[in-house]
């Protein structure tokens, strides 16, 4: 049985937590020690941050402290009553008003200490309507006695007002009645989980764990406080990247692969046998590949880069090291178009090559199946180019050496690693066109290794985007149909495939019948939605390859797809409803041809997603600002294991220069000892155990 450190006795345990307590603490996710002592103030208020009474201006946000002279409750004519409290600070007075909500009143008395936050606004003179306020002293509980002389004091030296997270039967007062009772205490328990020593504590910057602890309780200065968060957000991100370390080392190292051979004999030949020479950036990702198939671990890495710089290529020299070595490579769409067209496009630059390929998708009639799969069996077939026909039809490789996996993210965790799975020691390279930030990608596929590709070749002119209000969408049909009789194709793309009752969206389905009826009457229309059976979209898909379509009226499906380069033009409805990477993806299908691609999104309002997209065409920096805007809990929903990512302390913009460090320990420490078996890790453990339960098994704790 594991001994119970002090840390995980149940909070009733506390001083000044009687059993009524604890049950108010459970309902707030507190139930151990541990939880309370991390239950770190949510926000800090110093002088820098609050106004004096006397001094809030009519029309800004203030936050003020002070002591409640007066309270009451006023009615208005329209019927809405008003909760009023007069605070006092030594500058003077200044009132503030909650409409609407009289119930404040049973929270507020007279001679309380009150920390209230708004905007301040004109009513008979000015009034801070507080957006949130905390009673930080009670003027007649028992409390009263240490709560006002920490008041008291704080104020005299002008110190720091934290607020702690609060419930109705748990207020402000409360916890910090039993911080003052308790925290000392659990601050010397905290001492035996410190992990990092003095040396490593140094290069990171970062203060002793219990140091950071106090610090967030009691806080001397602001800038403290923030070295104190640096350092939980450092465990967090550590935690997080040693689970994922533990991941990625079962998938690479507890299965060695085969060290590659690479001889150059075909690697060579496709480089003098290219139309183009290879930006500094495929050469940089080439190097990082090429590293990883030539050593003895298995290599299990993330290729990144924006659509059309270039991933198909690089995906082709790892290939072909495969095969040099007298292994086969094969790589795996979502559809069968893109197989087809991945297959073309190889097929091309291996003209000059002594290498042979091989096309597998559900499309092929069955007897070419099952020749294909028999030159797969054989060896003959060196590159196979695929669909999910490459895992679901029982196919054989006589000796697979690498597996790649286009649009990764359309695929399942499963199948992702299936293709590999065919072959005891096969190298996987995933790839994917939605950029994101490297400390995000780092954080949520801490289990790979990441190439980013961030650059595009040269000479691509980046489409033309505008953002327009509806009223000018006959303006840019017109533009759209000077454009279709220069014979360009284009894409219509709207949000959804229904008209909603809720909503007034210009729904495609319905739109579509008009648009072929009056706008673009003459025209070849059709319209492709997620909902049509896969032959079908197949079907359409194909007929706008082939130019036998004018208009693609469509929603989010195209996201993914074929490359159309006559298709330049792209109107998308409802610009507000797609996210900025939704947005981007959309984009990312125009602007190969030799005209100029153009994308007009139509929106009611400028927002700033919408002023971002037009901003720039970079991939890398969309992805900054959509994590910018929407924030990073965000992109957690869960992790490619299916794991939800939580990170209460660590901020991706903030802490971004220790997720680089994190990750590196975390390797470190897990390849020298995977089960985190020496004594020197127990308290690791103990943390993980902690933090993740039952998913730490993966180390054999708990
Ligand atoms: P993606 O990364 O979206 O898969 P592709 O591999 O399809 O991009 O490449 C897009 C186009 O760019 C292809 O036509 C390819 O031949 C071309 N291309 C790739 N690398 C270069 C380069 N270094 N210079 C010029 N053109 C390139
Ligand atoms: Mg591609």
Redesign the pocket.
């Given at each position: 049985m594991k001994a119970l450190h002090r840390l995980d006795m149940p909070v009733q345990f506390l001083k000044g937590v009687g059993p009524r307590r604890a049950v108010s603490l459970q309902r707030m996710q507190i139930l151990t020690a541990r939880d309370l002592l991390y239950h770190v103030p949510r926000r800090y208020d110093d002088a820098s941050t609050i106004t004096p009474a006397a001094k809030a201006r009519v029309g800004s946000e203030a936050t003020v402290v002070g002591q409640v002279r007066s309270t009451g409750v006023i009615p208005t004519r329209a019927g809405l009553r008003i909760f009023q409290a007069v605070i006092q600070d030594a500058s003077g007075f200044i009132t503030c008003s909650w409409p609407g909500k009289p119930w404040v009143e049973r929270s507020v008395q007279r001679g309380d200490r009150l920390l209230v936050t708004g905007p301040v606004r004109f009513f008979h003179g000015p009034q801070l309507q507080p957006r949130e306020f905390v009673v930080i002293a009670r003027r007649d509980e028992d409390e009263r006695a240490t709560s006002v002389r920490e008041g008291a004091a704080a104020t005299a030296s002008g110190v720091i007002f934290s607020t702690y997270a609060a419930s109705e039967d748990l207020p402000q007062w409360v916890f910090r009645r039993l911080f003052d009772l308790n925290l000392d205490r659990l601050l010397r328990d905290v001492r035996a989980e410190e992990y990092l020593d003095s040396a490593a504590r140094s290069e990171l910057d970062l203060p002793e764990l219990s140091a950071a602890l106090d610090a967030l309780h009691r806080p001397a200065t602001i800038p403290r406080k923030d070295a104190a968060l640096r350092r939980l957000a450092f465990d967090e991100l550590f935690l997080h990247q040693l689970m994922q370390a533990r991941v990625r080392h079962q998938a690479t190292a507890e299965r060695p692969g085969v060290s590659l051979r690479r001889t150059n004999d075909l690697i060579r030949v496709l480089h003098h046998s290219l139309p183009?020479?290879?930006?500094g950036a495929?050469a940089r990702v080439l190097r990082e590949i090429f590293a990883d198939m030539t050593s003895r671990r298995r290599m299990n890495r993330l290729l990144q880069?924006d659509?059309?710089?270039?991933?198909?290529?690089v995906a082709l020299f790892a290939m072909l090291l495969a095969v040099e070595a007298g292994c086969q490579a094969a790589l795996m769409a979502p559809t069968s178009i893109l197989a087809e067209q991945h297959a073309k496009g190889i097929g091309k630059l291996l003209e000059a090559l002594p290498c042979t390929l091989e096309l597998l998708t559900g499309a092929a009639t069955a007897r070419r199946r099952r020749e294909a799969r028999a030159r797969i069996a054989a060896g003959e077939a060196q590159i196979v180019v695929g669909t999910h026909a490459l895992i679901q039809e029982g196919v054989e490789f006589r000796r697979l050496g690498l597996a790649v996996i286009d649009e990764q993210h359309r695929f399942g965790v499963r199948q992702r690693m299936a293709l590999s799975e065919r072959a005891p020691s096969a190298d996987t390279l995933l790839m994917s066109?939605t950029p994101i930030p490297r400390s995000l990608a780092m954080t949520l596929h801490g289990d790979l290794d990441l190439s980013i590709i961030d650059e595009l070749?040269p000479g691509r002119r980046p489409v033309a985007t505008r953002i327009a209000g509806p009223g000018k969408r006959s303006a840019i049909y017109d533009e759209l149909r000077r454009r279709l009789d220069r014979g360009r194709q284009a894409y219509l793309v709207f949000p959804a495939i229904e008209e909603s009752e809720r909503s007034d969206l210009r729904a495609a389905e319905a739109e579509f019948e008009r648009l072929c009826a009056e706008d673009f009457a003459g025209r070849r229309l059709a319209l492709l939605h997620g909902r049509l059976p896969a032959e079908e979209k197949d079907r359409i898909m194909r007929g706008f390859q082939r130019g036998a379509i004018d208009i693609l009226v469509t929603t989010t499906v195209v996201e993914v797809g074929i490359d159309v380069p006559n298709a330049n033009t792209m109107v998308i409805e409802n610009g507000e409803r797609f996210g900025l990477s939704q947005l981007h993806q959309l984009r990312g299908r125009i602007g190969r041809g030799e005209e100029g691609g153009l994308c007009v999104v139509i929106a009611d309002a400028e927002t700033d997603r919408l002023a971002a997209f037009a901003r720039t065409t970079d991939g890398f920096e969309i992805a900054a600002a959509d994590l910018q805007i929407r924030g990073q809990g965000d992109f957690f929903g869960a992790d490619q294991h299916g794991h939800t990512i939580e990170l209460r302390f660590a901020d991706l913009f903030e802490h971004q220069d220790l997720i680089g460090p994190a990750q590196e320990r975390a390797r470190r420490i897990v390849d020298d000892d995977p089960e985190l078996a020496d004594p020197a890790n127990a308290v690791i453990r103990l943390q993980l155990d902690r933090r993740f339960g039952e998913r730490a098994r993966l180390f054999g704790v708990g």
């Open positions: 183009f020479t290879l930006t495929q880069g659509v059309g710089s270039g991933k198909t290529v066109a070749p």
